[in-house]
């Protein structure tokens, strides 16, 4: 039997450190009969000779666009924008199954090119529950620029943002940033701020809630709000939201909802609230929950964009789509670790459960796009006469 091989890509998207694959993870496909071509990066979190130790391939970057048509391409975000058809099975974070702005050109790529979408988000296990996620970073992080945010406008004029960011070794040492960050905000308002996180029985609203222990934000009523559905089940707009310094959003959004905020409860005379962490981060989506900053996606470069509001304290939103890059070494190890039983199953991804759930879903979703869409290598799915190219 021949050995399946992966193909890790190297990531595009600026300043995204993080790695679906690991070295150690690599080491234990290896072991288990596995071929795993590594494409070099710079940016990657992990050096390339790191990899190779463990045996892996290196390969130049972007070379996955010429891998043999059975090579398993793995990477974590979604593919740089382009039209040309895809031939392989994609692991990865697509971003499209939700018909988010500009899903049809996205998704359209594999059937043209006969190749498969096997997206990350939507791998579960049998009760339902995602097999891997960077949830608890995701909150982590965010929760640590918006405290960072929060300190930065007591301290600083109002037309001066948070300056770029980048990542950190290790957790620790974003701990002691923040800290110190917050400390100059305490000293300039007075009292510590106070939090609330939605979603926080949940991985990503767990880590926001951590960090801000972590950084010494009390965990009492005053302090740390942690709601989750049963706070939010009468419907939003909130006004214990606009009552809070700082609102973080740790919710997964699969049904339409209330807004949380709107323009109209930020007019409250009684808002304090002056930063708003998106973690979740899906403004594209037209159901979203947080509809005051339009489908602004901010990075790490420029982190918070500012909300236009009728009154003091001014607003900035975070929303960075991959927020667990700022902590990228520990972040990808605990993914790549929780994705790895999955993984070992790949050989078999045509039997395997989680494979063929992902596969089955790929197709549902292919079966939404305008039938002129659906083309394989040239076909429309389901018939059997060539479509005319333009």
Known sequence: MTATTLHLRSETKPLEHRSALTPSTVKELINAGYNVNVEKSTLRIFDDEEFKRVGATLVPEFSWVDAPENH?????KELPESDFPLKHTHVQFAHCFKKQTGWESVLSRFPRGGGTLLD???LTDESGRRVAAFGWAAGFSGAALAIKVWAW??????DESLPGV???DNQDLLIEDVKTAMAFGVEKAGKKPRVIVIGALGRCGRGALDLCRAVGIPDDQEHLLKWDMAETARGGPFPEIVESDIFVNCIYLSDPIPPFVDMKSLASPSRKLSVVCDVSCDPNNPHNPIPIYGTVSTTFDKPTVLVEVERSPPLSVISIDHLPSLIPRESSEAFSQALLPSLLQLNQRSSARVWQQA?????????????????INGFVKGQSIPVAHA
């Open 120 to 122: 990350l988000e939507f």
């Open 153 to 158: 406008k007591l301290t600083h004029p109002v």
């Open 166 to 168: 980048s990542s950190y």
């Open 359 to 375: 596969k089955d879903l790929f197709n549902e979703k292919v079966g939404t796009l305008p039938k002129s869409l659906q083309q």
């Open 72 to 76: 398993v391409i793995v990477g974590l």
